[in-house]
C-alpha cells in the first residue's frame, strides 16, 4: 500500500484538479488501498503539517472543476533557505512532514518556482514526481503545459468581443494578455484572435514599427487596429536598461502597465481613440477546455505509472505528444521562451502581422 502526499503550487490555472483526478484515479486503480495525502496552499501544507487525507470520492466530479480542490499558494523558491520567523527552517520543515507521513513520494503540481522546489527537495533526498501547470506555457522540458489552451481560448475571446466593438467606433484597443516573462499565451491568443499587432517580451519593439503600423492599417482603409499585447511587452529603449533601473523606472512610471503607456503614446500620435482592456486572472479562471482535459488526463495517469514504476525526481512532460519523464534537474531554473526566429513568427509575419519590430 502506497502513501503518496500531493500539493498545488504557485499561480493557480485550469485543469489542476482534472490532472490530479488522472493520478489520484490511477494509484487507486492499481491498489484501492492508496493513501493519498492532499497538503493544503502548496508548499505551506507540507512546512506546517497541513493536510487532508483524501477519499477517492474527493477526487470524482472534479474533472471540469476550475481552480484547486487542495489551494495554493506562491512560496517563493529564493526564500526557501532562509529561515522565517522564530528561525523556522522550511525546507527541514518539509524534509520532517514528509518522513512522519511516511510517504513513499511526493507528487507536486506547479509552474517555474515551484519546479525548482520540487528539485530541491528532490536533491535533498525525497521521491518527487512533478507535473507542469500554467497559463504561460513556459516550463522547459515539455512542449504542452496544463492551463495553457483554456487561457488561450479565454483571451482569443477576448480579442473576438473587442473585434465587433473596435470596428464600429474606429478604434485602437490594446487587449493585454498575461505573460511578464514570456509570450507564449500573446502569440497564440494573437494570432487565433486575429489581433494585427503582436507584442512579445521576447521581441523587444520599436514605437515608431507599432505606430506605422497602425497606420498602414488606416491607409488601407481598415477603421480600427487590434494589438494582443503581452504584459510583459517591452521597448527596445528599455530592453537596454538593467533590470534594477528597468523595475524602477516602471515603479515611477504614470502608467499601470505597458499598455496604458502604449495606448497614450498612440492616441497622442494619431489622435485616433485608444482603449485598453485587460483580462487579467479570467486567462486562469473558470473550467478546463477539452483540449487541456486530455493534456491533464494523460498527464496525470502518466505520473501515476512514474509513481506505480517508481520513477522519481523527474517531470512528467509532452514530447511529441508522448509523454516522457524528464529530471528535474533538467527543468529546474530554466525558461522556454518564444524564439523569435521560430516557424510560427515566420509565418505570422508573413501574412503581415506587425510584432513592432520591423523598423
Ligand atoms: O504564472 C501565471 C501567471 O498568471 C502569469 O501569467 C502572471 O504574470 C502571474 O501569474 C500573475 O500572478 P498573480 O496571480 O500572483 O498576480
Redesign the pocket.
Known amino acids: 500500500m502506497m502513501r503518496v502526499g500531493m500539493l498545488t503550487s ?4 485550469q485543469a489542476l484538479n482534472a490532472t490530479m483526478r488522472g493520478v489520484a484515479k490511477t494509484l487507486y486503480n492499481a491498489d484501492p488501498d492508496t493513501q493519498i495525502f492532499g497538503f493544503e496552499e502548496g508548499y505551506r501544507g507540507l512546512m506546517y503539517n497541513d493536510y487532508i487525507l483524501m477519499k477517492p470520492n474527493d477526487f470524482s466530479g472534479i474533472l471540469t472543476k476550475g481552480g484547486t480542490i487542495l489551494g495554493s499558494s ?1 512560496q517563493p523558491f529564493k526564500l526557501m533557505r532562509v529561515p522565517g520567523e522564530n528561525g523556522f527552517n522550511k525546507v527541514e520543515a518539509m524534509k520532517a512532514t514528509y518522513r512522519n507521513l511516511k510517504l513513499d513520494c511526493l507528487v507536486i503540481l506547479g ?2 518556482g515551484t519546479q525548482k522546489t520540487a528539485n530541491l527537495l528532490s536533491e535533498e533526498g525525497l521521491n518527487i514526481v512533478s507535473l507542469p501547470k ?3 506555457n ?1 516550463i522547459y522540458g515539455t512542449d504542452m503545459t496544463f492551463g495553457f489552451q483554456s487561457a488561450v481560448d479565454i483571451a482569443t475571446n477576448a480579442i473576438d468581443c473587442i473585434h465587433t466593438t473596435a470596428a464600429s467606433h474606429g478604434r485602437v484597443f490594446i487587449v493585454e494578455l ?3 516573462k514570456v509570450g507564449w ?1 500573446t502569440l497564440h491568443a494573437g494570432i487565433a484572435g486575429g489581433a494585427d499587432i503582436i507584442l512579445l517580451p521576447e521581441m523587444p519593439y520599436n514605437f515608431d514599427s507599432v505606430l506605422m503600423a497602425v497606420k498602414q492599417r488606416n491607409k488601407a482603409g481598415k477603421r480600427f487596429s487590434i494589438l494582443a499585447v503581452a ?2 511587452a517591452i521597448s527596445q529603449e528599455d530592453a537596454q536598461l538593467s533590470k534594477k533601473e528597468y523595475q524602477k523606472k516602471k515603479a515611477n512610471s504614470p502608467f499601470p502597465s505597458v499598455s496604458y503607456e502604449l495606448g497614450k503614446k498612440i492616441q497622442d500620435a494619431l489622435g485616433q481613440e485608444v482603449r485598453i482592456v485587460v483580462p487579467g ?1 479570467t ?2 479562471g473558470g473550467s478546463p477546455d477539452a483540449y487541456d482535459r486530455v493534456v491533464a488526463t494523460r498527464l496525470g495517469a502518466a505520473a501515476g505509472r512514474m509513481i506505480l514504476e517508481g520513477k522519481y525526481g523527474c517531470m512528467a512532460a509532452f514530447k511529441n505528444n508522448e509523454i516522457v519523464p524528464v529530471p528535474l534537474k533538467e527543468v529546474a531554473g530554466r525558461l522556454k521562451t518564444v524564439d523569435p526566429k521560430s516557424d510560427i513568427i515566420r509565418e505570422a509575419r508573413d501574412m503581415g502581422i506587425s510584432f513592432g519590430n520591423e523598423l
Not at 10 to 13: A, E, K, L, P, T
Open positions: 504557485g499561480g493557480d490555472c506562491r509552474g517555474n500554467t497559463i504561460d513556459d498575461m505573460g511578464h499565451l504584459e510583459g486572472h486567462q486562469r
